[in-house]
């Protein structure tokens, strides 16, 4: 399985999705951080008609049921919603999964559930939440590569282009982030400098 793209990064909102997509990213994450279901609808309508008019992919966090309900091609579950989400309906409607994992016991939970990709973080420390886990590190990367070969795998937590050039180089299908890119000033501006980094990898 091959994912859309090395570059992932996660949105906020569908503004977010939009600002990204028109800077040049096309796979890109939507994480609602709501209740309101009719808003949370409404926010991936939007992302996903924006995406799709570009050709982009989008993957819709843990709202797997209106994912469904929307169109969605993808969606992301962490070990939580994971638990309570209708895996076999997912994967019968045709919609790629992906998994967050922490530790070899979530690990092992995501393979359980036969995956399109699976996710491990944080790599590095990350501000964005308060993790119980410390950061994974590099080693960590290559270890999961080996372990899940050959489901792709996502890096993410505290990512920087540069940093994501080094998960790159251990293995990882892609590199994501959400505060480097939507947290620190234009998010046009970020995104090209995340493509430039990236365009000068050695491949």
């Avoid at 991936?44 to 924006?50: D, F, S």
């Avoid at 892609?174 to 491949?203: C, E, M, P, T």
Wanted: glycine fraction near 8%; aromatic fraction near 6%; charged fraction near 20%.
């Amino acid at each position: 399985m091959i994912l859309p793209d090395v570059f992932y990064p996660i949105a906020g909102t569908a503004d977010e999705v939009a600002a990204a997509v028109k800077a040049g990213a096309r796979f890109v994450q939507l994480r609602v951080k709501s209740s309101d279901r009719a808003y949370l609808s409404s926010e991936v309508r939007m992302a996903l008609k924006i995406c799709t008019s570009v050709g982009a992919t989008l993957v819709v966090n843990d709202h797997w049921e209106i994912a469904l309900e929307e169109g969605a091609e993808y969606i992301h579950l962490g070990q939580e919603d994971m638990l309570s989400a209708d895996i076999p309906y997912i994967h019968k409607a045709g919609v790629k999964l992906g998994i967050s994992t922490h530790d070899h016991t979530e690990l092992e939970n995501a393979r359980a559930v036969n995956p399109t990709y699976i996710a491990l973080g944080p790599v590095w420390e990350t501000t964005l939440k308060v993790m119980p886990w410390a950061p994974q590190g590099v080693e960590r990367v290559k270890e999961w590569r080996r372990l899940i070969d050959p489901i792709p795998l996502v890096a993410i937590g505290g990512i920087t282009a540069e940093r994501g050039l080094l998960c790159l180089e251990a293995g990882a299908a892609a590199i994501s982030a959400v505060s480097d890119i939507f947290r620190n000033g234009d998010i046009s501006s970020r995104i090209h400098y995340w493509q430039k980094i990236l365009a000068g990898r050695s491949l």
